[in-house]
């Protein structure tokens, strides 16, 4: 008789994956779905959380299929500098505009790693918030103001 192999890992992050799916898709029931060509607030959330769980119930059959590792210990660098990033982003964006937050916001993201050196995470912060000032302010001709009012009040 053969064994059933099991990828506690996959589980874990399969069920995680469609709870929240499942839950998103509840949630966007509360909103306006609209139609395909014409959109409610509703929709877009309801698509994700449909897709959120397809990828779920994948993983959790994945699983069943595929012997894992054991899921190691937790990394709290990357916790301590990866989960502070949007929140700080997300904080600062309207008082110090968006090239600021976001150079600062990726250089937070940098550290979580051990082998960013600070050097080459302030070029990579640097890099990124130049293309993304060039794709979403240029390009895509976003309306966000680049420099913010906490700036402007400094400069005075």
Do not use: H
């Amino acid at each position: 008789m053969k064994s059933i192999s099991f990828d506690s890992t996959n589980a874990i992050c399969g069920t995680i994956f469609v709870a929240l799916g499942v839950f998103f898709a509840y949630q966007s029931f509360n909103l306006e779905l609209g139609t395909t060509f014409r959109m409610g607030p509703g929709y877009f959330p309801l698509a994700l959380a449909i897709v959120m769980t397809l990828l779920g119930v994948v993983i959790l059959v994945q699983s069943t299929r595929i012997e894992g590792e054991p899921i190691g210990p937790i990394a709290w660098r990357g916790v301590l500098f990866i989960l502070p990033a949007p929140i700080f982003f997300g904080l600062t964006v309207r008082g110090l505009g968006f090239v600021v937050a976001l150079f600062f916001t990726a250089l937070i993201a940098c550290f979580a790693s051990q082998k960013m050196r600070p050097l080459m995470a302030v070029a990579l912060s640097f890099g990124i918030t130049v293309f993304s000032v060039a794709v979403f302010s240029y390009a895509l001709g976003l309306p966000f103001e680049r420099f913010g009012p906490w700036l402007r009040f400094l400069g005075r």
